[in-house]
């Protein structure tokens, strides 16, 4: 990564680029070149008129992109006193060298080798200056015009290092630096590819948990709900049965008689006991219908009821009728695959807290969209547009939407093809919590739920338009017996 400067000298600006690893020294240098100044000479920066320290590291400097700065350049020789510490081979050597500031590095390596008697060419070798972090070599082109000031600044006292080395082993150090590096890279992406992996892995054993926790909870209530209807579909078919039998029971001659004795003896009474009852009628319980949106919140954690003795006390009229209610309520597809005209929905979501939301829409025409859009009236404002539907029935197929599936009409649509619809609302992100719902909306109990309310007063329902039961018919072949002898009817 490189940093721009806008460097001035003379009243002249101009834009110099140079490496964040490089020095201060390096970028005068890069700016003299950029001037067409003499490298010969001692150049230094300044910032707001400061001076900035040569040996200094751009990327640990103060300085950041597009950072105006000052070139100055003095011509000045000063005396300079080095402690030159050489690596040649495996010899080690420290020798001090005094010189010009003006000197080249060139005649500061001639000068180490005359100091140290060394006699040996170095044309061939690899020899590298260094200061702190700035490193200058023989291998450049600027070797020989760049001078003792440009690398240690208007220091007088300094430590460089020289190294001498074969050419051929820059190029095997930089050839194994950048294998170094490739296997470096291919590790981390290794790394990066494994964490990728269990990150996937453990997001599809949430996924796979909170599936199997949804399916769970709603097989036992299907299975609750089921066991309850079975329940009261045995008791009233038991009960029907006995009416039956006991009606279908012939009667002796002394039964018969004495059934009369009794029937003229309790006509009075009878009468009178009507006469009084029918001043008094009975409760009637109609099943309630929500014309508008209701919101139903669980208080508590609801058990499964359980039926009292006092649930079973109605008559063949009004159990007949609950059923049917019973029926009506479940919303059953249609198995005949006959088409079937919708006048309205009853669409009943379900939320992750247990809340549910019925939606009585009396406009079959209406849009996916304005449907979507009457749900984010009730979600909470984080939640909108980041949820998704599921039918409330297996497979628990996903409803899409977007913009061409918003714009289809729900009579017209796949999934919404029966009056009553349950739908299974999720957030987007599996983890997310609550609420789901925003604050100050109208909400009823759960217990004031339709099928709750129907439980607990089955006993009280309206039989007028209760059709009588079925006689059984004699499936035997025998002749069905009189209910009264025949000496009777003479």
């Known amino acids: 990564m490189s940093y721009t400067f806008n460097v001035s000298y003379n009243k002249v600006n101009k834009k110099v680029t140079c490496a964040r690893s490089a020095t201060i020294n390096d970028l005068a240098l890069a700016s003299m070149a950029k001037f067409a100044v003499s490298l010969s000479k001692n150049g230094s ?41 050489a690596s040649i081979g495996d010899e080690s050597i420290t020798k001090i060298v005094k010189l010009a500031s003006s000197a080249t590095l060139a005649a500061l390596v001639e000068a180490f080798r005359a100091s140290a008697g060394i006699g040996a060419d170095w044309s061939e070798k690899r020899v590298q200056l260094s200061v702190l972090q700035a490193n200058k070599d023989n291998l450049t082109s600027d070797f020989s015009q760049i001078s003792v000031s440009n690398v240690v600044g208007s220091a007088t006292n300094a430590v460089m290092r020289l190294l001498v080395e074969n050419k051929d082993a820059q190029q095997k150090r930089a050839k194994l630096q950048e294998e170094q590096r490739v296997l470096r890279q291919q590790l981390e992406e290794q790394r990066r590819q494994e964490r990728l992996l269990k990150k996937e892995e453990e997001h599809r054993l949430v996924e796979s948990k909170d599936a199997e926790h949804e399916r769970m909870d709603i097989d036992s209530e299907v299975e609750n709900s089921d066991g309850i209807e079975r329940n009261q579909i045995d008791k009233i078919g038991a009960d029907r049965v006995k009416t039956v039998e006991k009606e279908e029971k012939p009667l002796s001659n002394s039964e018969v008689s004495s059934s009369l004795n ?13 006469s009084v009852s029918g001043s008094l009628p009975a409760p009637v319980f109609q099943v309630p219908e929500e014309k508008e949106d209701t919101l139903y919140v669980p208080h508590s954690r609801s058990a499964i009821y359980e039926n009292p003795e006092e649930d079973y006390n109605m008559t063949f009229g009004q159990a007949e009728k609950y059923y049917k209610i019973i029926k009506s309520m479940q919303g059953a597809a249609n198995t005949k695959k006959e088409a079937v005209e919708i006048h309205k929905y009853v669409i009943r979501i379900r939320f992750p807290d247990r809340s549910l939301l019925d939606l009585p829409l009396e ?9 979507l859009k009457k749900i984010d009236g009730y979600v909470a404002e984080k939640f909108i547009n980041t949820y998704k539907l599921k039918n409330g029935l297996p497979p628990f197929k996903e ?3 977007g913009f061409s599936q918003n714009n289809i009409s729900l009579k017209s649509h796949p999934d919404f093809q029966l009056e009553k619809i349950l739908l299974i609302w999720e957030p987007a992100e599996k983890n997310s919590k609550g609420p789901y719902l ?13 099928t709750l309310q129907l439980e607990t007063h089955r006993g009280e329902l309206d039989m007028d338009e209760v059709s009588a039961p079925k006689p059984v018919v004699n499936t035997d072949g025998k002749k069905k017996l009189s209910r009264m002898p025949k000496w009777f009817k003479k």
């Open 399 to 401: 409803i899409a939407v």
């Open 438 to 450: 925003k604050e100050g909306i109208a909400t009823k109990d759960a217990s004031e739920l339709p």
């Open 45 to 85: 920066l300044s910032s707001s008129g400061k001076k900035l320290d040569g040996l200094l590291p751009i990327r640990l400097s103060n300085l950041v992109n597009n950072a105006k700065l000052e070139l100055s350049v003095t011509g000045g020789d000063v005396e300079i006193t080095l402690k030159v510490v």
């Open 363 to 371: 406009d079959p025409s209406l849009k996916l969209g304005q449907l």
């Open 262 to 274: 009794r029937f003229d003896s309790t006509t009075p009474s009878a009468t009178a006991s009507g």
